[in-house]
């Protein structure tokens, strides 16, 4: 199975006592976690360079088949004009993000909120996504935020560059559930502390049986979707993170949803 679900990052002070044990040791906290659940969203790449020793060391520290998404720097997606990112991307992509191998999954590129879809210009930015790095194959994600992106002009345009259009489920702001990449990428914002997993064990079944649909290459019923059609039917590897929200419940979720897909 190629559902690979997860948390974003691993240094979260409330998680230490409630996901991990007491006095487990901080810098032991990555090969916890990645023994826990089968995916991480790294943050911190968005708002800093690393090296490549860092990236080495991350992929050294989790088992095989562990997989990392990298949210791309802030510097390529927060600005005006996108088609101007080429100098950025080119940094971040060539940082050393390739010392993470067989680890790496996708770069996810989130926009602002108050990001509005220009199709020239989200056209050219797209174009500028490499294909691969120091030889390792990239994958790329888009996350948009702005109900102007719900629109056949731009799911057409991701599904042309074999883009995934991040499915996210947020209380905050429109979400798109077209499939257009190779891959789906979903990201669940919205748990609740109330609930140990934060979410309903019935939702929680829900989105089980939402990871399978997209694994096996289908179309979930009742998401919010642009177009009419459903995707080319082939199996997909699905990334489900459980991020924000109830943030401290996000482990907990992860490891309830990887238990129900695994049944």
Not at 92 to 105: H, N, P, S
Request: aromatic share 12%; hydrophobic share 45%.
């Amino acid at each position: 199975m190629t559902i690979r679900i997860g948390i974003g990052g691993w240094t979260y002070e409330p998680w230490r006592g409630t996901f991990y044990p007491e006095k487990w040791p901080q810098k032991r906290e990555l090969d916890y976690a990645a023994e826990h659940v089968t995916a991480i969203e790294i943050n911190g790449t968005y708002y800093g360079s690393q090296k490549p020793a860092t990236f080495a060391s991350w992929a050294k520290a989790v088992p095989d088949g562990f997989v990392f998404s990298l949210k791309a720097s802030r510097y390529c997606t927060n600005r005006k004009v996108l088609a101007d990112a080429g100098d950025s991307i080119a940094k971040f992509t060539g940082q050393g993000i390739a010392e993470l191998g067989d680890r790496l999954g996708p770069i996810l590129w989130q926009f602002m909120a108050t990001k509005q879809f220009d199709a020239d210009d989200f056209g050219a930015f797209l174009k500028l996504l490499p294909s691969r790095q120091d030889g390792l194959a990239l994958r790329h994600a888009i996350q948009v935020r702005h109900e102007s992106f719900a629109v056949p002009e731009f799911v057409a345009m991701c599904r042309d560059a074999g883009v995934a259009i991040v499915f996210a489920q947020s209380a905050e702001y429109p979400a798109i559930a077209d499939v257009t990449g190779d891959f789906v990428y979903a990201r669940l914002e919205d748990a609740e502390e109330q609930f140990v997993a934060g979410y309903a064990p019935t939702v929680l079944d829900a989105w089980a049986d939402r990871a399978r649909i997209w694994e096996a290459g289908g179309r979930p019923d009742g998401l919010p979707y642009v177009e009419d059609a459903a995707p080319a039917k082939r199996k997909r590897e699905t990334f489900v993170f459980f991020i924000n929200g109830a943030k401290i419940r996000a482990p907990h979720a992860a490891m309830a949803l990887i238990k129900r897909v695994s049944a």
